[in-house]
Structures are given as C-alpha cells and as structure tokens.
C-alpha cells in the first residue's frame, strides 16, 4: 500500500483525522529541524522553532493552496518562524555538539566536525536573505518558483539571491580554509 499524498493528509485533517495531521509531522519533522537548525544556530531554538512552525500550519491548515506543494507552504512558515527567532536574538550562540558515528576514525570524525562547524559557522554569516535561498535550496530542495513563492519575491530575485549566497558562501569558506 503506498504512501497517502500530503494533500489526503491535509484533506483527512481539515475532516477530523487526528492520525492524519500526526502523519505530517513525522513525515516533515525532521527535514524542518535540521533546516531550522541552520537558520537559528541553535539546538534548543531550532526544536521550539520546528514545533511552533507546526502548531500554526495545524491553525492554518484551512488556508492552505492546494497548488502549490504543502512542502513549499510549510516552509514559508518556518523560514518566518526563524526569522522571528532570530530577530529576538540578535547574537550568534555557540553551535551544538554534533552526534558522531562510532564507525569512523577519529581523525576523520575531528575534521568532519570542524568543516561543519566550518560550514554551519559560514551560513550563519550570510545575510538572512542568502542563508534563506542557500537551506531552502541546497536543504529543502525548493525549485527556483517554490522558493519564490516561499519568500514571497520574484523568480529572477531568487536566481540573483542564490547566486551571490553561493559565492560569499565560497568566500567565507575559503576565508576559513575550508577546500572544496
């Protein structure tokens, strides 16, 4: 039996499904934290951000365009519940611990730490606007109209946007030493 799609989901909660809201979360739960994760830089605010982000979209589930995929809606509303976040913090905390896989070396679990605390340390130094373009693209896999109609701007400024997010990512790396 395959899957049921977001949209029966979307359809069986709007009709009393408890199971049916319970389902979305546990599909999209995961992607969310770890894109808001990288928006807020902080473990704690990125699990109050994911789950704020749900209790609206469970609020304004009503509202929601079937034409447009519940991925791309539901992340329009954590990229402002991240923004907000951020705006009531104005200073970066220190990153969390990553869990590390017992598989690896050591050597290879210090340097896998360091360059994504390389990377996660480089996202949080663009601009909100081009730390938005680079998760929501490069994390959630928005195409170019997704993305637009999640930040609620032009296609082309998308394009532009991610493009120069792209380089000054690239700058900050190499700044940091990070080799591709």
């Known amino acids: 039996m395959s899957e049921p799609t977001d949209q029966a989901l979307v359809e069986g909660t709007l009709d009393g499904d408890e199971h049916a809201f319970e389902r979305l979360v546990d599909r999209y739960e995961r992607t969310l934290f770890h894109v808001a994760f990288r928006m807020v830089g902080d473990f704690e ?3 109050d951000v994911t789950q704020t982000t749900f209790v609206k979209v469970y609020e304004k589930l009503d509202r929601f365009d079937p034409r447009f995929k519940f991925f ?12 907000n976040a951020l705006k009531k913090r104005r200073n970066h905390e220190p990153l969390a611990d990553d869990l590390i896989s017992p598989r690896k070396t050591p050597d290879d679990v210090v340097h896998e730490r360091l360059q994504g605390e390389m990377v996660q340390r480089a996202i949080l130094d663009l601009s ?27 296609e082309r400024t998308v394009k532009s946007r991610l493009f120069t997010a792209r380089r000054r990512l690239c700058d900050i790396l190499t700044g940091l030493g990070v080799t591709h």
């Open 45 to 47: 605010e990125a699990r």
């Open 72 to 83: 791309s809606w539901l992340f329009k509303i954590l990229v402002n519940e991240s923004r």
């Open 128 to 154: 909100i606007e081009h730390r938005q373009v680079i998760l929501l693209r490069h994390f959630g896999e928005l195409s170019y109209r997704e993305m637009s109609w999640a930040l609620d701007v032009p």
